[in-house]
């Protein structure tokens, strides 16, 4: 609990909208002529964190930049938590939290102080020991921000971000380049945000995290949202659970030829879609019992050698690949 100052607040909560985030034909270009964002429709409910991932140029930073209120959209309409930022930008900010991917605090503050100073910013929000623990900071809560590691900083950005007790958080690719500790220390602390009633707008490009932590994910690029649902529900939608990587010691050089060959796999039997990627075949297969035998005898009677195979379960990452053609990190 957090005390009597919280409590106007808790019963505001229980009166909202079932939407944190509503926008529709969310449009914004630059010069009358580059398109970032085409007419996005998006919708985040109360109490569950939402994933949007798209390669760099997608789009993704400027949307979330205007649900920030930091852009102005050229169309569409923007609702957070009901309100608009062109009339209700004060009561906005006292009920948001937003951690970016990298963010700069004062090198000789301490953790406690730079806490104590973003608690200074609203009328109302959490009790900085609270938060302080929340984060797993107690042990370094007077040590100065130029002595943590990166792990620590990050963590007491996402700390900045909580402590005015917000209804939503934005969370910018908040584990990259931290270490496997530190990054699950950071999912511990999203999930309990989201266990007290928070919404979370999150960007990563780690497909792991998504899965573990969004209950749904938007999938972007070039400014259109291209897919949309819950983890199980898009690697469901490749049709099977196995994905099968192949590379060739001599792949076909043309373009009609790799073609041909992708679609000649994708006909065998326990295949369900086979394409060239970056100088492999990618496969989605059904039943790896059935698919392996029929593909290694196809290869064999098309004289191609091969030089490496593997095989591991469906992710988002598989999703994202046949979505978009890249990697997410590319």
Known sequence: MHGAAS?????????????????NGLRKTYDDEVVAVDGLDLEVRVGECFGLL????????????ILEGLLSPSGGTVEILGRRWETDERWLRERLGVSLQQTNLPDKLTVRETIQLFRSFFTEGRDVEQVIDLVALREKEHAKYDTLSGGQRQRLAVACALVGDPRLLFLDEPTTGLDPQSRRMLWDVVLAFKEQGG????????????????????????????????PKELIDSLGGSQIVEI???????????????????ADLAGVKASRFLTGRIVLTVEHLHLALPAVLGALRAEDLELANLST???????????????????
């Open 7 to 23: 409590e106007p607040r808790v019963e505001e909560r229980s009166a909202t909208t079932e939407l944190s985030i509503h926008c």
């Open 199 to 230: 919404s979370v707008l999150l960007t990563t490009h780690y497909m792991d995290e998504a899965e573990r932590l969004c209950d749904r994910v938007g999938v972007i690029d070039h400014g259109k949202m291209i897919a949309l649902g819950t």
């Open 312 to 330: 591991h379960h469906a992710t988002l990452e598989d999703v994202f690949v046949t979505l978009t053609g890249r990697a997410l990190r590319e």
């Open 247 to 265: 590379t060739l010691a001599a792949p076909p050089s043309e373009d009609a030829a790799r073609d041909a060959l992708a679609a000649s796999l």
């Open 54 to 65: 798209g390669p760099n140029g997608a789009g993704k930073t400027t949307t979330v930049e």
